[in-house]
Structure formats: structure tokens, C-alpha cells
């Protein structure tokens, strides 16, 4: 899964206060990590911080503006509890919304419970780079993912074509 002559670089953000203290071990982010290089992509960057806005914002604005990745998904913090702001801070971060990936995510998840209409998981674009939130259990995501990874590259593909503004 290749865009142009280059792999699609990406960078995994987990969300999680108890993961992000050494208190739970996160299963999602290596969850992310297999799926996307079983499909050919570079991780680059692999990191875990607390439910804090302020520091979800800074990280997916470095992953896309310093390190320069194609891709940056995130895991956890996209639901109803007072400390769930992934939606919130990618929100604060990207240029351009993507609803068609979010609905499509939702409507996957439905078809396998209700609850999948709870989520509040935001996709979206910063300058070249495509951002989107992932529910926070393994099992989601692997169930997520699987449904907009076909459709990923292509959206990377555009994003490259209309502001390159990191050339490798």
C-alpha cells in the first residue's frame, strides 16, 4: 500500500491517562502499528500521552508539520467521559474535515452495536497530512481501520498533489 514512489509514513497516538502513567499496557497503538505495516507503511513514530487537549493538539501538530507523516492515527479519548477530548484537540489542529471517513467508521460500528454511535471520532487534514481518531479498544480499531484503509491511500495521494510542503 503505496502512494506514489514513496511508502505512506505514518505516526500512532494513543490516548490514554492510565496508559500514559505505566498503569495499563496499550493494546490498541501496537494493534495500529501490525495492521499498517502488514500493508506495506512505515511507522515512524509511536508515542502515548494523557487525555490532556493542549498536549493531543501539540502532538498531532508535530507528527504532521516536523516529522513531516503521511498519516497520523489516533486511539482512545473519542468517546462520552469528561476526560475524552481526542475530537476536541484534532478539531483545534486540522484544516479540512473529512465526514465521509467518520460516518463510515460509525456505520461499521454500528452494524456491530449500538454503542458505535457514541463515538465522537473526528478524520480530517493538515496541510498534507491525513488525521483520524480511532475508538480506543483493540477490537474497534481493528474494526475501524479495516473499513477506511482502502480508501487511505488515494486520500494521502491528494493530500501530496495539492501542498507538498515536506519533500523527502
Avoid: W
Avoid at 15 to 35: H, L, M, N, T
Avoid at 38 to 63: C, H, N, P, T, W
Avoid at 121 to 136: H, K, S, T
Wanted: charged share 25%; proline share 5%; hydrophobic share 40%.
Amino acid at each position: 500500500m503505496e502512494h506514489g514512489k514513496n511508502r505512506i509514513i505514518a505516526a500512532i497516538l494513543t490516548i490514554s491517562d492510565r496508559s500514559s502513567r505505566g498503569e495499563r499496557e496499550d493494546a490498541s497503538g501496537p494493534v495500529i502499528a501490525e495492521i499498517l505495516q502488514s500493508k506495506g507503511m512505515e511507522i515512524k513514530e509511536y508515542q502515548i500521552v494523557a487525555d490532556d487537549r493542549l498536549v493531543i493538539a501539540e502532538k498531532l501538530k508535530s507528527f504532521s508539520d516536523d516529522l513531516c507523516v503521511d498519516l497520523v492515527l489516533t486511539t482512545g479519548g473519542t468517546g462520552l467521559s469528561p476526560r475524552d477530548v481526542t475530537p476536541e484537540a484534532t478539531l483545534d489542529v486540522i484544516d479540512k474535515r473529512i465526514p465521509g471517513i467518520e460516518e463510515a467508521m460509525r456505520y461499521e460500528s454500528m452494524r456491530i452495536t449500538p454503542h458505535g454511535m457514541l463515538s465522537r471520532a473526528v478524520a480530517g487534514a493538515r496541510g498534507r497530512c491525513l488525521i483520524i481518531n480511532l475508538p480506543g479498544s483493540p477490537k474497534a480499531v481493528r474494526e475501524n481501520l479495516t473499513v477506511i484503509l482502502p480508501a487511505i491511500p488515494h486520500a494521502i495521494e491528494i493530500l501530496k498533489g495539492a501542498v507538498d510542503s515536506c519533500a523527502r
